[in-house]
């Protein structure tokens, strides 16, 4: 992983950035009104704090990296903050050694197990100085995900995102498609497709070994509840109990329908399929990958609806993945001033509306977020969230890494390349979550 860092600012792309995106999303306050409530939010520690502060950053494409230097430029102390961005997968893939060896002071990464996890193991400064200045504009279930299993905060939560299926809307105005209920009419509707000529209807890319995760733990959810998923996770339930299996036979049944190939294509190729409007006209996946990847242009054609029911007993407001994002301070912290006057800056609506702006591929879970700046997706997301009952942190956060990695993503690529494998792919999950839970 590389280690060198770049000034945050450089030139003056991110003040233009920034000037674009508040702009072009028709923000609640005028500009100047937005960079004072942010330099004000970031200000509260900042009087006494000297030298540098690192941030370690995985927002590596560049929609998302644009945005975040976009927020940082907003930082009342920009220029002491210098960032580290590493691609995503390989920060995801590589944080045991990251946080182990030299890390930034401050890097991002997600809530659910995946926090816990290191919070456990002694390698995150806990923040409740920076919640104390920030606590009021979160709410109660938002504040339990930022606490690890001693009670103590140390997540600064930024942004979230629903999975969902996303669909072309003129593609189903041009054929009559309708969005489908219920299982039944999802498969239904895939081979009403095919026959007119879409040759697979839903696109899916598992190379960077994560996004099968999303549909795993959907159909889990509509077939066994969330309470179930979440036991299984923490390998409370085993994974050759029949609900289990039963979850990957249903699967199955979307495989012709999948483009060939998954396992050596990348999320982005398979959102660029869905963006082309050939053969694939839906996608399972999260605002947070889609709205970036697809063309600007194509934005206005993209809708979503929540992934069908299965059992009538789990309905599709009974739970969904919504991940948060946000921000955690390595416990090797090397300017703990520093890193806490970013963090209280980090945890206001201003900074994440600054963030998505230029950037509308998730929302903001501070309850001072100008809400009326959202795009329609963005609208559409709020309200998934708003009406889901659980919401649960995607399999490799709620899991521990070391089970996610390579483990279920080994397994999930077998069942993908043989859809039959399915009895052997639990057996071998259960064997080996042994190992891991103990």
């Known amino acids: 992983m590389a280690r060198q860092l770049d000034p945050i600012l450089n030139a003056d792309l991110s ?34 704090v000297t030298g540098k502060t690192s941030i370690g950053s995985n927002y590596s494409d560049a929609a998302p990296k644009a945005a975040f230097a976009a927020a940082l430029a907003a930082y009342s102390r920009h220029s002491n903050v210098a960032v580290n961005t590493t691609d995503h997968n390989s920060f995801q893939n590589n944080i045991q050694n ?85 299982w039944d009419a999802l498969v239904s509707l895939c081979k009403q497709m095919q026959s007119d000529g879409f040759s697979n209807p839903i696109a899916i890319g598992q190379k960077d070994g994560w996004p099968a ?40 049944e979307l495989a012709p329908y999948y483009t060939p190939g998954s396992t050596g294509r990348t999320f982005q190729e398979a959102i660029q399929l869905f963006d082309a409007n050939k053969t694939s006209p839906m996608i399972f996946h999260g605002t947070d990958q889609v709205v970036p990847q697809v063309q ?16 009538s007993e789990f309905p599709t407001n009974s739970a969904i993945d919504a991940p948060i994002d946000g921000f955690l301070m390595s416990k090797k912290v090397k300017n703990r001033k520093g890193a806490a006057a ?40 709020v309200d998934l969230i708003k009406n889901t009952k659980n919401l649960a942190q995607f399999l490799d956060r709620d899991t521990q890494p070391d089970f996610a990695y390579p483990i279920v993503q080994n397994a999930l690529n077998d069942f993908l390349n043989d859809p039959k494998s399915s009895s052997s792919v639990c057996s071998k999950l259960e064997s080996q979550a042994k190992g891991v839970f103990h």
């Not at 609640?28 to 004072?36: D, F, G, K």
């Not at 938002?142 to 600064?156: H, M, R, T």
């Not at 963030?355 to 100008?370: E, K």
């Open 15 to 48: 003040r233009r950035t920034l000037l674009k995106g508040a702009a072009g999303a028709g923000a609640l306050a005028t500009l100047p009104a937005l960079l004072a409530a942010c330099s004000s939010s970031g200000s509260t520690s900042s009087g006494s």
């Open 98 to 182: 990251y946080l182990q060896g030299s890390p930034n002071d401050v890097f991002t990464w997600f809530s659910g197990n995946r926090q816990r996890y290191f919070a456990k193991q002694g390698l995150l400064e806990p923040i409740d100085d920076v919640w104390e200045k920030i606590g009021s504009r979160f709410t109660d279930p938002v504040k339990k995900a930022s606490k690890g299993d001693d009670g103590k905060y140390y997540l600064v939560p930024w942004v979230n995102y629903p999975w969902a299926m996303f669909y072309k809307k003129s593609v189903f105005a041009k054929h009559g498609y309708q969005v489908p209920a219920d």
């Open 342 to 381: 970013l963090m209280e800056y980090l945890g206001t609506g201003a900074a994440e509306h600054t963030f998505l702006a230029p950037n509308p591929a998730d929302v903001g879970v501070a309850t001072d977020f100008p809400s009326n700046s959202y795009t329609a997706l963005q609208k559409q997301a």
């Open 213 to 252: 995760m999303g549909t795993f733990d959907i159909i889990n959810m509509r077939m066994n509840g969330y309470q179930f998923h979440v036991d299984l996770m923490s390998h409370k339930e085993s994974w050759t109990d029949p609900k289990v299996k039963a979850v990957f036979t249903q699967w199955s």
């Open 296 to 311: 600007k242009a194509n934005l206005s054609d993209v809708s979503f609806f929540p992934f069908p029911q299965i059992k």
